[in-house]
T-cell receptor
């Protein structure tokens, strides 16, 4: 599975959009981009995933560049409860998920 | 939908005893489940892939005789930590792949403390 690179930590003001970047320059054509988050001492929570097109759901938007070498997760209106470690994972549809170090997002009041 | 229920949420056991952790898919069938371990301030590490009706596949460095996995039905996988020692203390998390729209869903995790 392709490796991902994420910033170690980010801060965001409450109510503002949080934009979390992820680089996956070695992604292959059949690999999806998945985003999960983990709040302290809980299991990871699914956020969104995509293959080529941008995706949006009730939680977030996923913007994937045309060359698919990077993506951005957007939380449109961050709240304090969005403070968590966010993981960007690249994997084939039938493959297990391999977690990297993720980005610690801290939403500030 | 697509809920994975994991029990217990926490357990404390004496060194040398065995502990069983259950992972159930509540509203879908999971032919494959995954078991992860997470030490403090670290990321999740895949331990093994649990396949219904067949033997589990273990990641390199994970002892199969110590971490027994049973996936006897399409909705239940169990991880038994045998002869637990303090170094086995960790956060254990299971996961199952949900078809199409949801990717993979995770249990809430089990905090194991071996004293």
């Amino acid at each position: 599975d392709a490796k991902t690179t994420q910033p170690t930590s980010m801060d965001c003001a409450e109510g503002r959009a949080a934009n979390l970047p992820c680089n996956h320059s070695t992604i292959s054509g059949n690999e999806y981009v998945y985003w999960y988050r983990q709040i302290h001492s809980q299991g990871p929570q699914y956020i969104i995933h995509g293959l080529k097109n941008n995706e949006t759901n009730e939680m977030a938007s996923l913007i994937i560049t045309e060359d698919r070498k990077s993506s951005t997760l957007i939380l449109p209106h961050a709240t304090l409860r969005d403070t968590a470690v966010y993981y960007c994972i690249v994997a084939g549809s039938a493959r297990q998920l391999t977690f990297g170090s993720g980005t610690q997002l801290t939403v500030l009041p | 939908g697509a809920v994975v229920s994991q029990h217990p949420s926490w357990v404390i056991c004496k060194s040398g005893t065995s502990v069983k952790i259950e992972c159930r898919s509540l509203d879908f069938q999971a032919t494959t489940m995954f078991w992860y371990r997470q030490f403090p301030k670290q990321s999740l590490m895949l331990m093994a892939t649990s396949n219904e009706g067949s033997k589990a596949t273990y990641e390199q460095g994970v002892e199969k005789d110590k971490f027994l996995i049973n996936h006897a039905s399409l909705t239940l996988s169990t991880l038994t930590v045998t002869s637990a020692h303090p170094e086995d203390s960790s956060f254990y998390i299971c996961s199952a792949r949900v078809q199409k729209e949801r990717g993979y869903t995770f249990g809430s995790g089990t905090r194991l403390t071996v004293v």
